[in-house]
């Protein structure tokens, strides 16, 4: 009888695994396959931590930066750019609506256009804030007040549409819902910020509700998938904590209090040796969160923090770069007349190794081991990723102003403004 046992909950454990490796892989074996194919086809690329593997790129800037290969018009909006098999979207605004728009990458041309909802308006920016997700022949988007919809990659139609924070009885953020869709599996996954639920999980095929977790408000960080405490999860950064959930269930694993003035807690949580990195703004700071499982959830212990005034790196809206067991960010310094520099830490001991006093707010991704830089004046930054030292490559104006990170594929750099989308070589050849 004791044997019969022992062997059911044998077969229960290893069903509960397979279940489990069944939501991840997917997500995991897309994302390795779209960066093989220089794809960019999500928020911060492939991993949603703003690597690329792509490699060949130029290791200066020409004389006049960059070569253009393309600028058309674009829209207002905050959206980041998506990009797969040969066309880049994005959420635009203009004649009154939000849109998303689909581009030729190698011309800039249009291929389709399709209206999302009536112009949104903020007092911190008009226009869509989320960037569209990619996945197989469907495409989500998230709009500025909180509209979850699905398109055909072939032609924009819409498939199905829900008014997240409407039907969730949740509260929009003041600054505008700027959450990127993630896709795990056959599931969608938006920061709805209600007390019915913080996520909520949708059918990617019929849009049917799956599951909701969590009662913190939104923030406007966009959640990961991430591999840790030895198990994949959705890890959240809400507007008052960080979530770990269980991408099956939607049940809450771990909650960790991040209290950021205005809720904002933006950049995207970040996994380092199996470990949950979180930074915020407004004077706040940076913690590494070790896991630990315990029965069905996890405990928390903090493998360093860094936190107030003194902070060796605040995360404003920019989700640091890791590279080589080192991050790269910006440093925002709150307060009267708020300061940026860009910023390299020890990942594991949160040392910091060096400082770019001043150097202004911006974003940034990261390839061939080199950071690309945008900046609020408009500027495209190349810079050295080494902890040795600040090593700047090259800096060009490119456009009038953007908070956007670049976007990476097949040695092309797209980037965006309120006014203008642009095409960058950036091969080295």
């Not at 996890?298 to 923090?305: A, Y």
Request: contains cysteine; neutral net charge; glycine residues 12%.
């Amino acid at each position: 009888m004791l044997v019969t046992v022992r062997r059911c909950v044998r077969r229960m454990l290893i069903s509960m695994a397979l279940a489990a490796m069944t939501v991840s892989l997917p997500a995991e074996r897309a994302a390795a396959q779209a960066d093989a194919k220089g794809e960019w086809p999500q928020f911060l690329g492939p991993t949603r931590n703003g690597l690329s593997a792509e490699t060949g790129l130029l290791d200066r800037w020409p004389t006049d930066g960059p070569k253009e290969i393309w600028r058309v018009p674009g829209g207002v909006g905050m959206s980041g750019l998506a990009i797969s098999r040969g066309r880049v979207l994005t959420l635009v605004q203009r004649e009154g609506k939000q849109w998303l728009v689909a581009l030729e990458a190698k011309t800039g041309e249009s291929v389709w256009e399709t209206p999302l909802a009536p112009e949104y308006r903020n007092p911190m920016g008009n226009g869509p804030r989320g960037t569209p997700a990619i996945a197989g022949e469907l495409v989500f988007v998230f709009t500025g007040e909180g509209i979850l919809s699905a398109h055909a990659f072939a032609d924009g139609k819409q498939l199905w549409s829900h008014n997240v924070v409407k039907e969730l009885s949740g509260k929009e953020a003041e600054y505008g819902m700027a959450c990127s869709p993630l896709v795990v599996g056959e599931q969608v996954i938006v920061t709805a910020g209600a007390s019915k639920g913080t996520l909520v999980a949708f059918d990617t095929k019929s849009g049917k509700q799956l599951w909701t977790a969590g009662s913190d408000p939104a923030g406007y960080s966009s959640p990961a998938l991430l591999n840790v405490g030895g198990r994949s999860q959705i890890v959240a950064f809400t507007g008052s904590s960080a979530l770990g959930v269980d991408p099956a269930k939607g049940s809450v694993l771990w909650r960790y209090p991040f209290k950021t003035n205005y809720e904002c807690n933006i950049a995207t949580p970040l996994e380092i040796k199996g470990q949950v990195f979180l930074s915020a703004g407004e004077n706040h700071g940076s913690v590494l969160l070790a896991l630990k499982p315990q029965d069905e959830k996890f405990t928390l212990s903090e493998v360093w923090d860094s936190f107030g005034p003194k902070s060796v790196l605040r995360n404003e809206w920019q989700t640091s770069m890791l590279l080589d067991g080192h991050l790269y960010g910006m440093d925002n310094v709150g307060g009267a007349g708020p300061v940026t520099h860009l910023t390299c830490i020890d990942a594991v001991t949160g040392e910091r190794k060096w400082q770019e006093a001043r150097f202004g707010k911006g974003n940034l991704i990261a390839a061939d081991g080199k950071l690309f830089i945008t900046t609020m004046k408009g500027e495209l930054v190349l810079a050295r990723a080494t902890p040795d030292r600040y090593n700047e490559l090259g800096r060009a104006t490119v456009l009038e102003s953007t908070r956007q990170a670049p976007a990476l594929s097949n040695g092309r750099l797209f980037l965006r403004d309120d006014k203008e989308i642009v095409c960058l070589d950036v091969r080295n050849r």
